[in-house]
């Protein structure tokens, strides 16, 4: 398979340590001195050469393990390509010259999100995807995005928020929300996947201040079933005993709200 060669003297000169990385899984960290004694931070220049189907990244490390405790860079090839460099210290700085510890070498790499869903609870709404790579000594490092829009078709499509979850607002009463993952695994981004839109439903809205004021926080009563109870605290800890004015949406039949000074809706 394809290799990645270095050598300890610059223009490819001195003794080489050649390390067939297809052989391996893609993302696999090779420790140099690990291959072969004497080559911890002896690297000064380096060949390295991509499948012939598809890109490939060398990622240099100056920690062992492939560990980004120091400094860490990577150099990319086209697919069936190569990269050469006849001094590592002219290209990649020279406090890089004999200080190369470990690599991975991303090739054929593919990362993907699927079955993307949200789920409701109290006032959050989290989402949930099923995380693929390709790859091996990876972490998810996938980015989010929320949107909120006024009915099923996407109209007024305004984005919310960038985290895994999303905290109700006032604004969510009979919205419709849409959670997006982009997956990443660290080195290589894949296609956005999203959800459908999906229904808040009718919410409840308390407030710390009389005239609908100060901090709040909003329940989709409608997502957790008829008479569930619902603990203020379990979802603001802060706000127990502390709602002074609040604001109620029904649904389309007779709805009631029910509240209580004790926990547990006792």
């Known amino acids: 398979g394809h290799t990645v060669t270095f050598y300890k003297d610059s223009s490819y000169g001195g003794s080489a340590l050649t390390v067939g990385y297809r052989r391996s899984t893609s993302g696999t960290c090779f420790n140099l001195s690990g291959l072969q004694s004497g080559w911890d931070n002896e690297a000064s220049s380096y060949k390295a050469y991509a499948p012939n189907g598809c890109t490939a990244t060398v990622w240099f490390y100056k920690a062992y393990n492939c560990s980004t405790s120091d400094d860490s860079t990577s150099r990319s090839m086209a697919t069936g390509g190569s990269d050469l460099l ?9 406090s890089w010259n ?29 989402g949930g995807y099923t995380f693929t790579t390709s790859s091996v000594d990876v972490s998810d490092s996938s980015s989010y995005v929320w949107y ?26 009979n919205a419709y929300l849409m959670f997006c993952v982009t997956p990443n695994n660290g080195t290589t981004t894949g296609s956005q996947v ?22 709040h926080l909003t329940l989709a009563y409608e997502k957790a ?7 203020v605290y379990d979802y603001l800890s802060s ?28």
């Open 86 to 94: 006849s001094s590592m210290s002219t290209t990649l700085g020279s």
């Open 239 to 266: 706000f127990n005993d502390d709602a002074s004015s609040y604001k109620f949406y029904a649904t389309s039949s007779s709805t009631t709200l029910t509240l209580y000074k004790d926990g547990n809706c006792s």
């Open 225 to 231: 079933g008829s008479g569930t109870c619902l603990n």
């Open 98 to 126: 004999d200080r190369l510890s470990s690599i991975q070498v991303v090739y054929c790499d593919s990362v993907s999100a699927s079955d993307v869903s949200m789920s409701f609870s109290g006032n959050k709404v989290s």
């Open 148 to 173: 909120r829009a006024s009915d099923s078709s996407g109209t007024g499509k305004t984005q919310i928020g960038t985290s895994s979850s999303y905290t109700l607002d006032i604004y969510d009463e």
């Open 194 to 215: 999203c959800t459908g839109w999906t229904s808040v439903g009718h919410t409840v809205t308390f407030y710390k201040d009389s005239g609908y004021s100060s901090t």
